[in-house]
């Protein structure tokens, strides 16, 4: 039955992030964007408390055998909503310190995806022991982005161990995952360049192991809390059972295809993380009009609502859309339904509608919007990275297209 | 718990509506255009798939099924899917007897209701635009002024589908305790019908002005008695007016894939090209994202909350979502697009109707 309600567990998980994101990370944003490099240990570590172990930030394999137990053999899991629920809460305080929270981040996903159950366990336990850890991901080369297929860092067998060898950039987390905590980088690579994407595995690489290196720290335009870095992998060795799935090179390209699969985990939840972005911005302006007694009167006729008025009516029905469009695609991953065309349509809409919204909320807000008094500028530059990174707004309008044209990456390329 | 799935209920109807809309609407969609009138065999068939009985109480003859939003949301959207006007002519009867099933007072309910569910159709309609550029829906400028136990009608309404055949028309008025509704017989005195409107779009659909020169009806012809509340029943209307947006953009959206795939350019199918592709994946985007508006809306409605600003969000957004999922279908197609051999010109001019409609549907 058509449902809009969030279950009680999802509200109460809610409601407490939003407690922790307006105490905890309100606070602090202007001052982590204004030092980009500096880690706000004091949040990291409180964070690392709270959260460790739970689905609030990030999925482990414990937790959804204890969701299942808990829920029932009858009712459907809940696990990718409640996350995208908490994400967009988290997003809304902000999402430079969200993606700097500690966990096992895309690199669980992609464990938690196209890892066995013994993997899982022996790397996903980590995270809810100990100090503060990463995961990070590391796809993006300096020759390839979104056209992951043509990947040329390599993974070649030695004996007991694979040998990697390659360069990857604008990896999320990646000095904290790689050298600053005891995480691990899923590194994709290829075991053979000839054989395309077939041939694509992803390896799981501990932090501290040698032969990977962190070369350098991206300075970026926005969500500059988080760190993004160049990993260089020079003869970097790993245990054979470090491969996520399995080595044979089939010519379906089942491997590349299991490690895609994580997107349609992840898309959903940066997807969220954009809305929670415009959520901010438009409550500012929001607030901003109601503080000179502006009420927007949603029944009026067009030529009586001032041109504000239109603008935040038009903007609020964006976001809402994005939002619905978000909880559909992790509705139907909870329920084991294919939802491959409704987590990229929901990336896609949410990544401009939080470009959108949070451009017009600095036009709307004049020199206040502009200020770096204020974080309207900050939520313009920190949204703007959800229409880029987990696909870009063209990879994923391509995704779309060839869903709905029934098209395969060879007739639509 | 969150849920996108509708019921076994809800899907076999919209399977049911699908269907019809698909083998008995939309072929005679372009005749239908092109003559300014509907099939004449269509409202008989059309009664037959329960829209009016439906919702009506059992206690009134109708089949008790009660009224729901969301199903409603889903049977418009497959309609509309094949045809606006012929849609709009079958939903026609609703715009009075919803209204009277949510807000209706008991004898309103037993003097109208029974009317409207035995096996022949029976029409209803509701006069709630006006003809004015600076029209609003919240301060209309037909006026109820009480005068001892009666109320006197002034104004001139527009866009009324099938007034000169509804057995009542439930006429939307400005009474000093704030907006309200009245039902009025046909053959009034001081009720006048105009000629058939000519509209840009919607065609077959027959429309009429109706001016109320001073009308008197009874204190117990408004709608749920003194100052009941009928904001939900233009919520509802706004509802619907998504819901019937969503059905045009995607007929419009289909057709153009189909097109895109057929289609060669430079050797290929020109859905193979980006240029192309992306325009559709971003109208199938849109239509989804529609869809979830007008159903967030609709269930809004259905638990009985405050939905003003999520049928507000999902008309608004319906209003300029159709209208350019229609165009950039149209573009899809090229100079083909603007040839009437083809029916996305005719999906345009449905669209732009969507932005002017108020009440012209209910859910």
Not at chain 1, 123 to 130: D, K, P, Q, T
Not at chain 1, 329 to 343: S, T, Y
Not at chain 2, 209 to 237: F, H, K, N, T, W
Request: hydrophobic share 45%.
């Amino acid at each position: 039955m058509i449902d809009f309600e969030l279950s009680k567990s999802c509200k109460s998980i809610r409601d407490m992030t939003h407690q922790a994101a307006e105490h905890m990370m309100r606070p602090i944003s202007r001052e982590t964007d204004e030092n980009e490099h500096d880690k706000p240990w004091e949040f990291i570590n409180a964070m690392w408390e709270v959260s460790r172990g739970t689905t609030m930030v990030g999925g482990t394999d414990a937790d959804d055998k204890a969701d299942a137990k808990a829920a029932g053999p009858k009712e459907p899991s809940e696990r990718i909503l409640r996350m995208c629920v908490t994400v967009e809460e988290l997003c809304w305080g902000d999402v430079g310190l969200y993606l700097s929270i500690p966990n096992s981040g895309l690199g669980g996903a992609a464990v938690g995806a196209a890892g066995t159950p013994e993997q899982r366990r022996r790397f996903l336990a980590r995270f809810s022991e100990g100090k503060p850890k990463w995961g990070a991901m590391a796809i993006t080369e300096p020759s390839c982005g979104s056209d992951s297929a043509a990947i040329q860092t390599t993974a070649v067998r030695d004996g007991d161990q694979w040998v990697l060898n390659g360069t990857k950039i604008f990896c999320t987390s990646g000095l904290m995952a790689a050298e600053k905590s005891e995480g691990f980088v899923v590194v994709w690579a290829t075991l053979d360049r000839s054989a395309g994407r077939a041939a694509i595995r992803a390896f799981v690489v501990d932090a501290g192991t040698p032969g990977m290196f962190v070369t350098k720290v991206e300075d970026k335009l926005g969500i500059r809390a988080s760190d993004t870095a160049t990993l260089v992998f020079e003869d970097c060795r790993v245990p054979l059972d470090n491969l996520l799935g399995s080595a044979e090179v089939k010519k379906t390209g089942k491997g590349f295809k299991g490690a895609m699969a994580t997107f349609d985990a992840t898309r959903p939840i940066v997807a969220a993380s954009g809305v929670g972005v415009a959520r901010a911005a438009l409550e500012f302006v929001k607030d901003t009009m109601k503080e000179r007694g502006i009420e927007i009167r949603y029944g009026a006729p067009l030529h009586k609502l001032t041109a504000l008025e239109r603008d935040v009516i038009d903007l609020e029905g964006e976001v809402d859309a994005a939002r619905l469009l978000v909880w559909r695609a992790a509705w139907m991953l909870d329920n084991g339904i294919h939802n491959n065309l409704e987590a990229s349509m929901c990336k896609a809409k949410a990544g401009l509608v939080v470009t959108h919204v949070t451009q017009k909320a600095v036009e709307i807000l004049g020199p206040l919007g502009y200020s770096r008094e204020l974080l309207a500028e900050k939520w313009m530059r920190d949204a703007k990275i959800t229409d880029i990174y987990e696909g870009t707004q063209q990879i994923n309008q391509l995704i779309i297209a060839r869903r709905i044209l029934g098209y395969s990456s060879e007739e639509l390329r | 718990m969150v849920n996108f799935k509708p019921t076994e209920d809800q899907e076999l109807l919209r399977e049911t509506m699908k269907s019809f809309a698909r083998e008995v609407i939309r072929p005679g969609a372009r005749e239908a255009d092109e003559q300014n009138a509907i099939p004449s065999e269509l409202p008989a068939k059309g009664w037959e798939l329960g829209l009016v009985q439906n919702s009506i109480p059992e206690e009134h003859g109708g089949f008790g099924s009660g009224r729901s939003a969301i199903r409603a949301s889903l049977k418009i959207e497959e309609l509309a899917y094949g045809d606006l006007a012929m849609a709009l002519h079958l939903l026609t009867p609703r715009l009075f007897t919803i209204p009277l099933i949510v807000a209706g007072t008991d004898q309103q309910k037993a003097a109208w209701l029974p009317m409207f569910a035995g096996d022949s159709p029976v029409v209803g309609t509701a006069a709630f635009t006006e003809p004015a550029w600076d029209f609003d829906p919240q301060e209309l400028s037909t006026t109820a002024t009480p005068d001892g136990g009666n109320y006197v009608l002034a104004g001139r309404k527009c866009l009324v589908p099938l007034a000169n055949q509804a057995k009542a028309i439930l006429v939307y008025a400005s009474a000093p305790d704030g907006l309200a509704a009245f039902i009025v017989e046909p053959g009034a005195a001081g009720l006048s019908i105009s000629e058939r409107e000519k509209n840009m779009g919607v065609k077959a659909l027959d429309t009429f002005g109706v001016e109320l020169a001073g009308v008197r009806v009874p204190a117990s012809a408004r709608l749920g008695g003194e100052g009941a509340d009928v904001q939900p029943l233009i919520d509802a209307g706004r509802v619907a007016n998504a819901s019937m947006a969503v059905g045009v953009a995607h007929a419009a959206f289909d057709y153009a894939c189909e097109y895109a795939k057929e289609r060669q350019a430079f050797g290929v199918p020109i859905g193979q090209k980006q240029a192309i592709a992306f325009m559709l994946a971003d109208m199938a985007t849109e239509i989804d994202s529609t869809r979830l508006l007008a159903w967030q809306a609709a269930w809004c409605i259905d638990q009985g909350q405050p939905a003003t600003r999520e049928a507000c969000l999902a008309s608004r957004y319906a209003t300029k979502a159709s209208l350019e999922v229609a165009d950039d279908a149209l573009q899809v197609l090229g100079g083909h697009g603007y040839i009437r051999d083809h029916p996305v010109e005719l999906y345009l001019r449905n669209a732009r109707g969507i932005a002017t409609f108020d009440a012209m549907a209910i859910v």
